[in-house]
T-cell receptor, first 108, second 114 residues
């Protein structure tokens, strides 16, 4: 079945450093979505990528969808303490499957 | 416009009891997903439903677990004869018609089995 792998599992950075999480699927995806879950909270939708090679930006966040539509990345420039949380990718094929998430902690 | 409503927020059950988790999707949403999350872990897909239909239940354990989304009323995730290993956060998400629409999550139900 469809599998979505996400790395790294954990990332600890100093405030101001950059952060990247990577998502890989075993199958070609129709689209990929990114979510953020704050500690103790629920996942919140960030963005959706549909086209091969698509790049989207939200302020300090940059999202990319690979040419083969099997991988994606989320890059945060100059992290802030408010970026703390777990970032999940979710790939759509027949249904929506989530990666295990990357847990980001930011040291002030 | 109310978001996805899940209740109860916290549920404590003794081993062997039944747990019923409810999810009311956002207005206009006809697709419901249930996910399970263990502490410090990711979201594990359980089941995908549309009104009166189970579309994909490949993530549901074969025994003790069932889900429904009736024509009227909330979606229900039912766990019979709970065991300690069922303790987890259960999140419901809904989306509008259209395969692949973004998911809107509820606050989750945190089930503790004692």
């Amino acid at each position: 079945g469809q599998q979505v792998m996400q790395i790294p599992q954990y990332q600890h950075v100093q405030e101001g450093e950059d952060f990247t999480t990577y998502c890989n699927s075993s199958t070609t995806l129709s689209n990929i979505q990114w979510y953020k879950q704050r500690p103790g909270g629920h996942p919140v939708f960030l963005i959706q990528l549909v086209k091969s090679g698509e790049v989207k930006k939200q302020k300090r966040l940059t999202f990319q969808f690979g040419e083969a539509k099997k991988n994606s990345s989320l890059h945060i420039t100059a992290t802030q303490t408010t970026d703390v949380g777990t970032y999940f990718c979710a790939g759509l094929n027949n249904d929506m499957r989530f990666g295990a998430g990357t847990r980001l902690t930011v040291k002030p | 416009n109310a978001g996805v409503m899940q209740n109860p927020r916290h549920l404590v059950r003794r081993r062997g009891q039944e747990a019923r988790l409810r999810c009311s999707p956002m207005k206009g949403h006809s697709h419901v997903y249930w996910y399970r999350q263990l502490p410090e872990e990711g979201l594990k897909f359980m089941v995908y439903l549309q009104k009166e239909n189970i579309i994909d239940e490949s993530g549901m354990p074969k025994e003790r677990f069932s889900a429904e989304f009736p024509k009227e009323g909330p979606s229900i995730l039912r766990i019979q004869q709970v065991v300690r290993g069922d303790s987890a956060a259960y999140f419901c998400a809904s989306s509008p018609p259209g395969h692949g629409s973004p998911l809107h999550f509820g606050n989750g139900t945190r089930l503790t089995v004692t």
